[in-house]
């Protein structure tokens, strides 16, 4: 905080390193892993490493944020193992899952923290297309329709929890048929559920060493970056800039599906659904300062 440069208004518990999934789009994943860090498998810290940073944590932050768990293994017992006899009930806690957490994981973090931030990680809306995607083994494992509402079904019981949903628009495989699968679960989240806290959107874009920077051409995508001269003519107009860009706005190298009239679809998907999840949110601040309930329509 620019006030005071000791607070901070969230604070990062690093956890591991390394990461086991194929997502093509990712620079992070198994493949770029191996290829930069010779790092065959990911590993988590050691837990009194852990417990040592979130009690050095607790003295600046109110929300501890962890971005780390292995899809392939549970973490439950390990994060139970670090926050043991640690007093977090005043304390926030965000968390970025790769994998849609067990109903044991969010019965234990709600009665651990005062407030929990769920973030989940889909790389599509449209059931069809991630499963599409998963089987072909270019992303992570993906939750099936059924079991996303089961989760958001099991949330709601509690008062304490948000939902965010973390996406990547534009993958390959997309449809128009996908477009109408999008919404329609958008449209039932938004409908349903009381804790959905909102939508971050990321339009796929190239990353160095991430796999589709090499296999865009099977899919007959256009890619505006796969060497370093090119992402390094994208750092540059960053730099070029009077302030360099937020995350939001930074110059990215896209990635474009073939139809073009597609792309131009989920631009507007993309925008449609930004401005139906801030009437919601504006709607719902607004009826919290009456202290009018929420009717979902």
């Avoid at 086991?20 to 990911?42: D, N, V």
């Amino acid at each position: 905080e620019r006030k005071d440069p000791y607070l901070a208004p969230y604070f990062y518990i690093n956890t591991g390193k390394g990461c086991a999934m194929p997502c093509l789009y990712c620079a992070g994943c198994r493949e770029a892993q191996e290829k930069i860090f010779k790092r065959s498998k990911p590993f988590l810290r050691g837990e009194e490493q852990v417990r040592q940073d979130i009690q050095e944590a607790m003295k600046y932050t109110s929300t501890l944020w962890f971005d780390f768990d292995l899809p392939q293994a549970t973490t439950f017992e390990y994060y139970r193992r670090i926050w043991e006899n640690l007093d977090l009930s005043e304390y926030f806690g965000e968390f970025y899952f790769w994998k849609l957490p067990t109903p044991e994981f969010i019965d234990f973090v709600v009665k651990t923290f005062k407030y929990v931030y769920l973030n989940i990680d889909m790389c599509s809306l449209s059931e069809p297309h991630r499963l599409k995607m998963a089987n072909a083994g270019i992303v992570k494992p993906q939750p099936t329709d059924e079991e996303l509402f089961a989760f958001f079904d099991r949330c709601e019981t509690y008062g304490n929890v948000e939902v965010i949903i973390n996406q990547i628009t534009g993958l390959p495989y997309f449809t128009h048929e996908d477009l109408r699968q999008s919404e329609e679960v958008f449209t039932r989240l938004l409908s349903r559920y009381t804790t959905l806290g909102k939508m971050d959107w990321g339009r796929l874009h190239a990353q160095p060493a991430a796999p589709i920077t090499k296999t865009y051409k099977q899919y007959n995508m256009q890619c505006h970056a796969s060497g370093y001269q090119d992402f390094l003519h994208y750092s540059q107009l960053n730099l070029q800039e009077k302030l360099y860009p937020t995350l939001e706005n930074l110059n990215y190298p896209y990635i474009y599906l073939p139809d073009e009239n597609l792309n131009s679809e989920i631009s507007r998907m993309y925008v449609e659904f930004n401005q139906k999840l801030k009437n919601y949110w504006e709607e719902k601040e607004k009826r919290k300062k009456l202290f009018i309930p929420i009717e979902l329509t």
